[in-house]
């Protein structure tokens, strides 16, 4: 069996690890060097749950979309979803440094100032505020053994 080594950005990555950058005074990010080479062709960046941020490779996002909007216009429930989701959208292209602008919407929505956390969360990363982030993720950790039993129920860990 060929399979593609890691460095081959081709190859689907996961997005892994945390990373505590800060934001310049321009509101730019500088992405983790790990995630550049998925990200370089352009990236959608909305927002995420618990007032963080979503960001998706293009063809991430392409592809999540279209499973979107396969939604009933008929649910108030998957229109509401999708107009929250898709109006705070904003497809970016890093530049040459592999910095990334968030616009001012976003970083006010998940309270974004200087200090942040991303992190990589499978098929997206995530940026979040660092204190917002550390609560949340002291707050998870006690119940993050139980919690797999019951999300993955046939997941051998």
Known sequence: MNSAPLSDVSAYQPFLGT???RLDDKGRLILPAKFRGQLAPGLVMTRGQERC???FPMDEFRRMHDQLRRAPLTS????DYLR?????ASDELPDKQGRVSIPANLRAYAGLDRDVAVIGAGT?????????????LA???TG????AEEVFPE???
Do not use: C, H, N
């Open 124 to 136: 997206r990363m995530e940026i979040w505020d660092a204190t917002a982030w550390d609560t949340y």
């Open 84 to 88: 929250v989701f898709l109006s705070g």
């Open 144 to 147: 993050y053994a139980d919690t």
């Open 53 to 55: 941020l979503f960001v």
């Open 139 to 141: 707050e998870q950790e």
């Open 155 to 157: 997941a051998m860990f």
């Open 19 to 21: 990373y505590k950058p």
């Open 76 to 79: 108030k429930q998957a229109r």
